[in-house]
């Protein structure tokens, strides 16, 4: 039987769900039964073989992924788990700034300890952001676009099928 994978993503504005469907796509072309969700349609973790968290980058921490894995701890450290950050940071990365970004994707998953984690490059539309966010992207200097690199995406799950124990 296909092993069944969940992945569970948190997003803002969107571009973070596409990722996950991105990989839940290419995780099924290769064999498994993989389905995108996001986190907070999940009530349960249990029947799945292996779960894909990911969470985009809000002010240098990945959005809600600390308390789903509190919530799911038990049944997450008894399968594999992969996770992935979308953020910005990856486009124009300064001094160290990627670091502290995995080292924040890490320290969220605690104690878990992932099969493969990664950043991806996201997606920011100032169209359509409240003023706050809009604030924020101009005092940070933060990038705009879609730097979407679904090449990078797609050749990070076909890695991630073996490690899923598939
Ligand atoms: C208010 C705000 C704060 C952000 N903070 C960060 C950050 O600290 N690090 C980072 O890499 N990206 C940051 N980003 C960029 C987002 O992570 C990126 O746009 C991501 O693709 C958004 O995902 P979503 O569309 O799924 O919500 C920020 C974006 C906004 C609007």
Known sequence: MAARI????TTKYGSTAGVADAIARELA?????????EQKEVTSIEGYDGVVLGAPIYMGKPLDLA?????????LSRMPVGAFAVGLTPVNPKAGQLEQVRAALSSALAPLEPVAATVFAGALDTSKMGLADRTVVRLIGSPTGD?????AIASWA??????LGA
């Open 67 to 75: 308390p789903f894995v509190a919530r799911h701890a038990a049944a």
């Open 147 to 151: 730097h979407r690199d679904w090449e």
């Open 29 to 37: 072309a290769a064999g498994l039964e993989a389905r995108a969700v």
């Open 6 to 9: 969940l992945v569970a993503y």
């Open 158 to 163: 076909r890695e991630l099928v073996p490690l």
